[in-house]
């Protein structure tokens, strides 16, 4: 059974830093990217940031030079460092995880864990 859970969630003032992590199980197959989305309440959840199995990353406009994902070497975890956060970052983070290219690369990531809240506060 897949099972992704998300831990590291919390509440930081505006300009403060978060790492998210998310442990990865129950794959047949190590899944082609992982990465991260975040929702917020009666928004469409969005990419965040992705990486491939070769350790390729993807940002969206509004995290790049801010956040930073990376695996560690086992790849059952994986990671979100959130630096200079904002206000307009509070939202549900959630990991995921998709096993081939297209998926990936259109943001249409098939398992998903049950998120962490990220608050900032100004």
């Known amino acids: 059974q897949v099972n992704l859970v998300e831990t590291g969630g919390g509440s930081v003032q505006a300009g403060g830093s978060l790492r998210l992590s998310c442990g990865v199980s129950?794959?047949?197959?190590?899944?082609?990217?992982m990465g991260w989305f975040r929702q917020a309440p009666g928004k469409e959840r969005e990419g965040v940031a992705g990486i491939d199995s070769s350790g390729r990353v993807r940002y969206t406009d509004f995290v790049r030079g801010r956040f930073t994902i990376s695996k560690d070497n086992t790849k059952t975890t994986f990671y979100l460092q959130m630096n200079s956060l904002k206000p307009e970052d509070s939202d549900m983070y959630f990991c995921?995880?998709?096993?081939?290219?297209?998926?990936?690369?259109?943001?249409?990531?098939?398992?998903w864990g049950q998120g962490t809240q990220v608050t900032v506060s100004t």
């Open positions: 995921a995880a998709a096993y081939n290219i297209g998926s990936c690369l259109s943001w249409q990531y098939k398992y």
């Open positions: 129950g794959f047949t197959y190590t899944p082609y990217c």
